[in-house]
């Protein structure tokens, strides 16, 4: 039992910022990568940004210089700051983790997703 919850979505105007939140429980032995993802009304479900256990990231070329992913491990937490906001980043925003944990004598390790949290960005 592993769930995933987002949350700091809402309204903001171009150029304005929003933090997103993402809270990570059940049985969990350890977190490896987690990651952002954003899906635009009519649109694919694309890549924001990703983070390694070891705090390596990467970003999507249209959010670089402006988002940066970061996470809590002692919290089971995964954040995105967004800064300069444009609208073309409106968009339902969605937690992805793998989830390392004990099943039987083995671990293994299953890819989550939360429900995602609606980011607008409208003047």
């Known amino acids: 039992q592993v769930q995933l919850v987002e949350s700091g979505g809402g309204l903001v105007q171009p150029g304005g910022s929003l933090r997103l939140s993402c809270v990570v429980s059940g049985s969990i032995n350890s977190i490896n990568a987690m990651g952002w993802y954003r899906q635009a009304p009519g649109k694919q479900r694309e890549l924001v940004a990703t983070?390694?256990?070891?705090?390596?990231?990467n970003y999507a070329d249209s959010v670089k210089g402006r988002f940066i992913i970061s996470r809590d491990s002692a919290k089971n937490t995964g954040y995105l700051q967004m800064n300069s906001l444009k609208p073309e980043g409106t968009a339902v925003y969605y937690c992805n983790a793998d989830v390392k944990r004990l099943s039987g004598i083995y671990y293994v390790t299953n890819n989550y997703w939360g429900q995602g949290t609606q980011v607008t960005v409208s003047s």
């Open positions: 983070i390694t256990s070891g705090g390596s990231t």
